[in-house]
């Protein structure tokens, strides 16, 4: 949770902000969810923020604060909150398995000090060794101290394994954690946060190899009429269908992302412009095939369709740039009547 709101929340005017929350998400329409509370108590308690300015951007637009938009908000602005808390607390862990390691260390060094001396000790004893009982005696005293020093090594050791364990199952949890960060809650797809960074280093991949690498965006037509006419839980089910075509699309080394509401896009590193318009026209056409029906009320639903856009990765082309000619690309598609497929190139051809 930033600052702002967390110093606000831990004083007198907590009550104020959430009466004013609630008042506001009624004034506008929106419901009082447990994550839509959360995100509107980020976006009163520092709207310039830049989760208060996406909001503000939605309320002009006049777009459906559905639970898609909250669920894409949340992962987008929220989990970096979470992801740092865990964060804190892995290096807590493994704050006090570090403490408990050096000590273990320490204790065997102390005792391989001991073991040092003890054997300097019975060395002198065995050189001034008049009769047998003393070397016994010596003998007896080192087996021991060998013993001891045997003990306090193994175990050394099996504390050294059970720190390796308990730090491997932090790595893995903070994986878990980075990907849940990194992932769109309902479509399960990539989220915004992740496709910006994967975008930014396949075009560093592309410019230092000089490799193809070519961008999609993807929409879904009359997105709007389908939460309208159903219900917000029916566009969620639209969303997830679209996503798990297109992510059965894009596998590795491809990715795909919800980058916002319903609106997709699509990174194909290594692959020509032929190939990606040759796949998208597939997807394109898979779910224009089918129609979807109503899950609480198995009502026909009818066809959805999508639009696309791609384009090709330019010399010394930045990724904002090459995002932008998709999204043209993309509105080209949407205004010459929509599922269809357009090419950022062929339309500066055609224009100029």
């Known amino acids: 949770m930033g600052k702002v709101v967390e110093t606000t929340l831990r004083g007198p005017e907590a009550y104020g902000l959430a009466r004013r929350v609630l008042e506001e998400m009624e004034t506008v ?4 969810t447990p994550l ?15 989760l208060g300015k996406e909001i503000r951007r939605i309320l002009a637009a006049a777009e459906p604060f559905t639970e898609a938009v909250s669920d894409m908000l949340a992962a987008e602005y929220l989990p970096r909150g979470r992801l740092s808390e865990e964060i804190r607390d892995a290096g807590r862990v493994l704050d006090r398995e570090l403490n408990s390691v050096a000590d273990a260390i320490a204790k065997a060094h102390r005792s391989q000090s001991e073991y040092g001396e003890v054997l300097a000790g019975a060395s002198a004893e065995m050189d001034g060794a008049e009769s047998p009982d003393t070397l016994r005696t010596v003998v ?13 090594n193994a175990d050394l050791e099996k504390r050294l394994d059970a720190s390796t364990r308990e730090v491997a199952k932090l790595r893995e949890h903070l994986d878990q954690v980075r990907r849940d960060a990194m992932t769109d809650a309902l479509t399960n797809l990539a989220n915004r946060k992740a496709f910006d ?9 592309a410019a230092r190899e000089g490799r193809e690498l070519v961008l999609a965006v993807v929409d879904i037509d009359h997105f709007k009429r389908f939460n309208d006419t159903w219900g917000h839980q029916t566009g969620d089910q639209v969303l997830r269908y679209v996503a798990s075509v297109l992510g059965r699309l894009a596998r ?26 040759a796949a998208l026209d597939s997807v394109r056409t898979e779910i224009a095939s089918r129609s979807l029906r109503r899950r609480s009320t198995d009502d026909e639903l009818g066809a959805v369709t999508i639009s696309a856009g791609y384009a090709r990765l330019q010399k010394g082309e930045t990724a904002t740039s090459l995002l932008g000619r998709a ?3 993309l509105y080209a598609s949407k205004h010459g009547g929509r599922n ?12 100029a």
Not at 29 to 32: A, D, I, L, R
Not at 340 to 351: G, I
């Open 29 to 32: 329409g929106v419901w009082p």
């Open 36 to 50: 839509n509370f959360e995100l509107w108590l980020h976006y009163m308690g520092d709207p310039e923020g830049a």
């Open 140 to 152: 007896s005293g080192l087996t021991a101290a060998t013993r001891k020093v045997q003990k306090q």
């Open 197 to 205: 960074e994967h975008l930014e280093a396949c075009c560093e991949v």
């Open 252 to 277: 590795a080394p491809r990715m795909a992302a919800r980058y916002g509401g319903e609106e997709f896009a699509l990174i194909f590193p290594g692959e020509s412009e032929a190939v990606v318009e």
């Open 327 to 329: 999204d043209e690309a």
């Open 340 to 351: 269809r497929v357009t090419s950022a190139a062929k339309l500066a051809m055609a224009a």
